[in-house]
């Protein structure tokens, strides 16, 4: 799919800046939750990363949306 003729190489540049920014939106939004519970670390079983939470916050916002990305009829 990557290397077919047919292939929208703007949607792909337009789609990494606007998922670039949906993570980075998912981890302040997770700050900001964290903050306002006055919690430092949402789990202890990453010590020292902040816990799985703080890994995967920004997937948490990406994953849906470019799972509907992927359902525009922009791809071949």
């Known amino acids: ?7 929208n190489w ?6 990494a800046l606007f998922l670039s920014v949906i993570g980075i939106l998912g981890d ?3 700050s900001i939750v ?3 519970t006055g919690t430092k ?5 990453l010590a020292g990363h902040g816990g799985i939470l703080d890994r995967v916050d920004s997937l ?3 994953g849906p ?6 359902l525009l009829p922009v791809l071949p």
Do not use: H, I, N, W
């Open 1 to 7: 799919m990557l290397l077919s003729p047919q292939f």
């Open 28 to 30: 302040l939004t997770e």
């Open 34 to 36: 964290k903050r306002g």
């Open 60 to 62: 948490l916002f990406v």
């Open 10 to 15: 703007t949607f792909l540049v337009v789609a």
């Open 65 to 70: 949306v470019l799972y509907y990305l992927l």
């Open 41 to 45: 670390d949402s789990g202890t079983l």
